[in-house]
């Protein structure tokens, strides 16, 4: 009986083993593909399936895994097909009809078509999946109807211009309605399946995820190039969190593409003839600090301003970001779309005109210790600031520029976005660092509106609503822009912000490697176009 027992044991042991790892069928010896890289990913986000989470790392992989409806060219920012051959908008801007390719195949088999649309915008909405961003991209979505097998209308409650941006977008990536019917929300993100140029193959947490090459891909959008015997054929996708070992992993031959490098290593790069530099600009919000207008003394507009004023962003620029990337000037970073030009040189670094706005506001050093103070109070602000994006770096720059003009600024770091909302939520602060990416600029409606839900300004405007809700309800490029124009220059009126620089993600690669591309989001690479050249 003992031995009968040991034995049902085993074999238990041994199918749960099973059970827990990748699909051995699937996956092709690594010394059988052609054409390997690593690519080297900087954040270990919580989750990786794209209806459920947020995180920018995560679409990198999963760019390559999953086509979307529609896609923009990476030249032009131009709509150009994806899964959908051509679309029509009704005149009321409530029905986008998308005519579907017949010849798309998910990599398990399933074939492709408007059922299968349906079945992801069930997901994506359905409370229950708990989405963080796909669900919010889809605006006043209402419910599609399936036209035929190849055609499926989306329905919108009022119009929504950014909703073809947000197909493009791969968080709404279509994904295979046979997986998802077989693994849970919480397990598939272990089992992908789309129908992109790589193959999902297996995602170990903490260690890697690997793809590789899918041999019928043939629907890619029209800048999308044909493989050759240089394409890439498996990419593995590790995790170096740590910054200062990416540079090193790019130099010994760990990897051989990586994200993210810290400016001062990417100097010290330029002139090693064996690793690229790739510079992407990323469209969306600065590196900014956000003030709230209803907590003293940043619920002054003079001491708002005399705060931007005060920041030297130059300097910042150069010392933090090594020349890397542009001095920010507004709620936009400047390739993002409607980016309004009349901004730049608003609140250009004058120590003077920060000084005499503080002198206007009563400030005055009455005892002598550095700080202005009124009525025995010292002119002090509480910066929030994350551990992300070279954050405290920044930080603590502008303490000591605010210093000369006698604000005193205590920098309360958060470990965490967790601990950043948390802090955000007490109000106990004047100033946040925290910003978010896209093409569209339909984002601000989240920090500017009144009711926003990133409101952390606290500013509230019957105009400024006005101006970012007709933005996305106006269909015309032309009237769009002029509202965006609007808001732009009421934010900075306000003074709301202290913008100190346009994202741009230093990218490197190994000289083999040729075709590194991202697109128009900035964040996430096509990597069907990668050569890779040795000899």
Do not use: K
Not at 259 to 267: A, H, K, M, S, V
């Amino acid at each position: 009986m003992l031995l009968r027992s040991l034995f049902i044991l085993l074999v238990t042991n041994i199918f749960v083993l099973c059970a827990c790892l990748p699909n051995l069928d699937s996956r092709t010896s690594a010394n059988e593909i052609a054409n390997r890289i690593v690519y080297g990913l900087t954040l270990q986000p919580s989750g990786f399936d794209p209806h459920i989470n947020r995180s920018s790392e995560l679409g990198i992989p999963l760019r390559q895994v999953y086509d979307t409806l529609v896609y923009r060219d990476p030249e032009s920012n131009a709509f150009v097909g994806g899964l959908a051959t051509d679309w029509a908008i009704s005149e009321d801007g409530l029905i986008y009809t998308f005519n579907l390719r017949q010849d798309v195949v998910f990599h398990d088999g399933t074939p492709f078509n408007a059922q299968a649309v349906g079945v992801n915008l069930d997901r994506i909405v359905a409370p229950e999946t708990g989405s963080q961003l796909a669900a919010f991209l889809l605006g006043p979505y209402a419910g599609y109807e399936i036209v035929s097998d190849y055609s499926i209308r989306l329905l919108l409650t009022q119009p929504y211009s950014p909703l073809l941006d947000s197909l493009a977008q791969v968080y709404l990536g279509i994904a295979s309605p046979t997986a998802l019917n077989e693994y849970s929300d919480n397990r598939y993100q272990f089992h992908q399946v789309g129908t992109g140029p790589f193959r999902f193959v297996e995602y170990v947490p903490g260690d890697h995820i690997l793809l590789q090459r899918n041999p019928d891909y043939a629907w890619g959008p029209a800048f999308y190039q044909p493989s050759t015997e240089n394409s890439v054929g498996e990419i593995e996708f590790r995790f170096f969190t740590d910054p200062p070992t990416r540079t090193l992993a790019l130099e010994s031959g760990e990897a051989q593409v990586m994200g993210e490098l810290l400016p001062t290593d990417g100097r010290a790069l330029t002139g090693n003839s064996s690793i690229q530099l790739v510079p992407q600009a990323v469209p969306g919000q600065p590196l900014q600090f956000l003030m709230n207008t209803q907590r003293f003394p940043t619920d002054s507009r003079g001491v708002r301003q005399a705060l931007i004023f005060g920041a030297n962003r130059n300097a910042i620029v150069d010392a933090v970001f090594q020349q890397f990337s542009p001095v920010a000037w507004g709620p936009l970073a400047a390739n993002t779309l409607y980016y309004d030009r009349s901004v730049q040189g608003l609140y250009a670094h004058d120590i003077g005109q920060a000084q005499a706005l503080l002198d206007a506001e009563g400030y005055e050093d009455t005892d002598n210790d550095g700080f202005r103070d009124v009525a025995g109070v010292t002119l002090s602000v509480d910066v929030i600031v994350p551990p992300w994006g070279l954050a405290p770096e920044v930080a603590q720059l502008l303490q000591d520029q605010w210093r000369t003009i006698g604000i005193q600024a205590v920098l309360v770091p958060v470990p965490t976005f967790g601990a950043l909302l948390e802090a955000v939520d007490s109000g106990e602060y004047n100033l946040v660092a925290f910003n978010t990416y896209g093409l569209d600029p339909a984002f601000l409606n989240d920090f500017y509106l009144s009711d926003g839900v990133n409101n952390f300004t606290g500013f509230a405007s019957e105009e400024l609503d006005n101006a970012l809700l007709e933005a996305i309800r106006q269909t015309d490029p032309g009237v769009r822009a002029a509202y965006y124009a609007r808001a732009q220059n009421m934010i900075m009126d306000e003074a709301l912000l202290v913008p100190i620089r346009d994202q741009v993600n230093l990218n490197a690669s190994s000289a083999a490697v040729s075709g590194l591309a991202f697109d128009p989001y900035g964040w996430f690479p096509l990597l069907n176009n990668v050569q890779l050249v040795t000899g």
